[in-house]
């Protein structure tokens, strides 16, 4: 209540706690084409196993967005990875093949089906699919001379839910098989089960989910959709067969399902990449820091980069790292194609640009293959993250070393150095015994500040996505002292923290009826200014050597 209107006690709390939260820094983003998994939709991915077992495995197509993904991952353990497709891709199907690429456009009611079964994703790795569908028989002799029936427990029957409403042989058994051994490398091998599954669509298992075969193997499946009731099903045609109204059938044989008509169409239009990217663009609903995508030979136009710097520039939270074609760097003998590439993109902070393509191995098809560096310098700033923080510089010796890479498309000399660094281009090098690494740390931003390099970027990142997303509390509070002294309470010990861990060299906080004046109040606003020194990277090193005599004093000429 508001007020007491008679003697009494009344408690109230006010959460004077609040902090400024911890925020991710090192989830990377990429979108290319795959040979298996959805489409248009951002998976996340921890390790190169597992992009492996969700995207599968390169091929001559494939190879450059893979092994540019799994470059990311030698460093970093999230990705959020975007398959996109060209528009003749197909999913196998027992009917006609249809283009399904995700769970959502599955489930929006706009397909139409004619088979039985499609595979869950488009390519030609669903043509190795064949879905087998033992019923209930009389007498079990279905199920007897069936060749999996060593993979199931014993015959389909009645379930518990048809055997209450006194209907018998609602059950089915379900096997997805490798026909051909693409998956599996030997032809015949059953991928996965569904046993005693019901043709009911209210079949109950004992924990109350559903039994129905329909939604048991659109949920469990990670091969395969249902997309129809198999003819000699008793509830063929109809929506669905319920327990209390239909008697189903006995069978007299096994129902297969072989699916045909798969299609790669691995080999995306700069603008169907673009349209991948645009997946990953909203700030509010996917959290992403580290954003790459392969460079194409045939992106003339800077599709693919303008759309990463876009997509960084409108989220605000996270950068883009862009290597050049690899045709601009492979059998050249200086830098001067790189850098007539680069000079046309845009200026910005909110991306970087490396020098050379890489030679890299490919162990699925035991060959080495040339692919961009982006994959691999946005890895180096998630591992900064790791053993530093987001404000280091990802470069050098110490935190810039590339992994797997066996030799550089260019290793430039000191003079193609300077002129990549004029140009807003770090290079990648190989010195004798100390490896191959990114030696420069510079932004896109032709302009010179503080904000050309890619450790300041970083650093403004990680302040700015904290610190907004902490103010969210102070949303409709009353803007008054109180107020405003507990939000700077609540930034001040938060940048301390920074300042310690050596990110920035000084900072201050205004917010007080100096920038909040009657004018601010009177049209509800709230502002606070953040004054921030940022700490920088050493990018050239000075040592002087001074020879002096033998009795000279060092405090005279040294001034200590």
Partial sequence: MAFQVSPGVQV???DATGVIPAVSTSIGGTAGAFNWGPVLEAITVGSETELANIFGTPDNNTFKYFLTAASFLKYGNALKTVRVVGAAARNASDGTAILVKNEDHYEDGGLSFDGTFVAKYPGVLGNALEVQVCPASSDDSVFDGWGLKGQFDSAPGTSDTAAAASKTGDELHVAVVDKTGAWTGTAGTVLET??????????????GSSNYYVDVVNNGSQYVWWSGHASSLTDAGDAAADVSTTAFDTHNAIITATLTGGVDANAPTTGEISTGLDVLADAETLDVNLLFAYPDDTDSTYVVANKLISV?????????????PTSESIGKTNVNDVKAWVDSINSTSYASVDSSAVYVYDKY????????????????CANTDQVADAWFSPAGVNRGQLRGVTKLAINPKQADRDTLYKARINPLVSFPGQGTMLFGDKTLLSKPSAFDRINVRRLFIVLEKAISTASKAQLFELNDEFTRAQFRNMLEPFLRDVKGRRGVTDFLVVCDETNNTGQVIDTNRFVADIFIKPARSINFITLNFIATRTGVDFSEIAGG
């Fill in 312 to 324: 960084c520039e409108s989220r605000k939270d996270c950068m883009a790292f862009i290597s050049p």
């Fill in 194 to 207: 569904f046993q005693f599954v019901s043709q009911a669509s209210n079949g109950k298992k004992s924990d």
């Fill in 12 to 14: 109230k709390e006010i």
């Fill in 365 to 380: 098809n035991d060959t080495y293959r040339w692919i961009g560096a982006n994959g691999l310098c946005a890895g180096l």
